[in-house]
């Protein structure tokens, strides 16, 4: 049976997501925004929490998304997709895809990535996105079972903080490393066309850019602040 994901083509995913507190934040204007940038060319959007998944299926039911959802627990710095809890949550809504943290940091609650790997293409057969910090992360995450690899969380882990995302010195290791199979993404810091070409030719099968093109937050602020100084 054919998928949204059969012969998938390299390019554009928009990531469209907006911070707590903000107007941006309602369902229909996340459904908005996706349905907008798939008008004008994007392959498929990613996306966070059921409820935007679930408003952006109804509105665009042919799209393809992959969906997670942000949760914070005591005692990890896991919070993208961080148990099994979220994960069918995120699956039941109408991903395609689920993004996950696979980096190798705690759990909550001691979950362990593998099994919650294993559950998910056992008991729901989805195609699983792990966000990764480093090129070991990602190839364990395709040893474990993920389906898509993704630089997502490099600059943003413990272990990469002191780094500036995109990571795109990351791919290539990626690309030649990973199974054929393994969808590579970029992810992170893609502030620009010439970036998201530049991720491609570095061995990217698909390039998520966010911020630059619905960060409507955080781009008014970086300019206000800017203008200020």
């Known amino acids: 049976m054919a998928t949204r994901l059969d012969g998938l083509a390299k390019g554009l995913i928009v990531s469209v997501q907006a911070p707590q507190g903000s107007p941006m934040r309602d369902p229909e204007v996340i459904a908005a925004m996706a349905d907008a940038s798939l ?11 059921p409820e935007h998944i679930g408003a952006v299926r109804r509105r665009c039911p042919n799209a393809l998304i992959i969906g997670l959802w942000k949760c914070t627990f005591p ?3 896991v ?3 961080p148990g099994w809890r979220e994960i069918q949550a995120v699956w039941r809504a109408g991903a395609d895809v689920i ?12 979950q362990d990535l593998a099994d919650l790997i294993a559950r998910a293409k056992s008991d729901l057969q989805a195609p699983l ?6 090129v070991a992360n990602g190839l364990r995450a395709a040893s474990l079972g993920c389906d898509w690899v993704g630089t997502t969380l490099f600059g943003y882990t413990e272990d990469t903080v002191e780094q500036t995302p995109p990571g795109l010195h990351l791919l290539a290791d990626l690309r030649r490393d990973l199974p054929a199979d393994v969808r590579l993404i970029a992810e992170g810091g893609i502030a620009s066309p010439a970036a998201a070409r530049a991720a491609i030719t570095a061995g990217a099968d698909n390039v998520v850019v966010g911020t ?7 781009q008014v602020t970086a300019y206000c602040r800017q203008l200020a100084g």
């Open 212 to 218: 630059a093109i619905t960060g409507i937050d955080l």
């Open 75 to 77: 005692g990890s710095s």
């Open 39 to 49: 008008r004008n060319g994007a392959l498929g959007v990613r996306l966070e929490s």
């Open 79 to 81: 919070y993208i997709t």
């Open 99 to 110: 993004a996950i943290d696979a980096t190798a940091r705690i759990r909550p609650d001691q």
């Open 129 to 134: 996105m792990a966000d990764v910090d480093s």
